[in-house]
């Protein structure tokens, strides 16, 4: 999977080298690259942003310097012959993200990030590219962040890690929160009694089907009692 991330902090997706997501990129499983916005605002102080139509506070990101960055990295995909990328524009306006996006999203060949700052990117970046390519706002929560990267971060971890290779056992990945619609079951490992409490006596039965019953019973259980949302009617 390619991704490519247009930001005015390129510097703040350098993490993105280490840890699981940085063994995947050397693998060559994940193809991330960051693009400085501003590389592609040409006056003397590379402004990308400008006062709102209709007054109000803050700023506004300005159309063209996105519209030079997704150009190219558009007709680059297109130069190669690849399939059509979706670009992902986090947003306290968007569609909240989910386990089954990620999953979702997980399946394509190319993801483009547009980090807006400011109080947001013009709206006509979003007009003028839903006619070339997918596209997709997406909320990381219902709380305001300063800027997309956060959430781009949060989103690229999420999707990545479902990339086929990228999480070495991919056992790991079922029976997860949320990827089935449930909580995760609580883990233990030794010391078998820490600080006097106990590791649950099931869990050392070495009755597969009586851990297995328990697990599902604690999914359960945790989701009725912290997420009951996630519930059916019938199983709250
Ligand atoms: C109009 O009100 C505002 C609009 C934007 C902002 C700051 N900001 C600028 C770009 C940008 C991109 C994503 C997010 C974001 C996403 C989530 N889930 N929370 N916050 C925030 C963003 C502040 C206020």
Partial sequence: MRIDIVTIFPEFFRVLDVSLLGRARTAGLLDVRAHDLRDHAHDRHRTVDDTPY???????????????????????????????????????????????????????????????????IDQRVVDHYEERMPVRLLSLGDYVLNGGEVAAMAMIEAVGRLV?????????????????????????????????????????????????????????????????????????
């Avoid at 909240?96 to 060949?109: C, K, N, S, V």
């Avoid at 990827?179 to 009694?193: H, I, M, W």
């Fill in 164 to 236: 086929p290779g990228v999480v070495g056992n991919p056992e790991s990945l079922v029976e997860e929160s949320h990827e089935d619609g449930l909580l995760e079951y609580p883990s233990y490992t030794k010391p078998q009694v820490w600080r006097g409490l106990e590791v649950p006596d099931v869990l050392r039965s070495g009755n597969h089907g009586a851990v297995a019953a328990w697990r599902h019973e604690q999914r359960i259980e945790r989701t009725r009692r912290v997420r009951p949302d996630l519930l059916g009617d019938d199983d709250a």
């Fill in 54 to 120: 209709g007054g109000g506070a803050g700023m506004v990101m300005k159309p063209e310097p996105w519209g030079e960055a997704l150009d190219g990295i558009l007709d680059e995909a297109e130069g190669a012959g690849e399939t059509v990328p979706t670009l992902i524009v986090p947003s306290p306006a968007g569609e909240p993200f989910t386990q089954a996006i990620a999953a979702e999203l997980a399946q394509l060949d190319h993801l483009v990030f547009a980090c807006g700052r400011y109080e947001g």
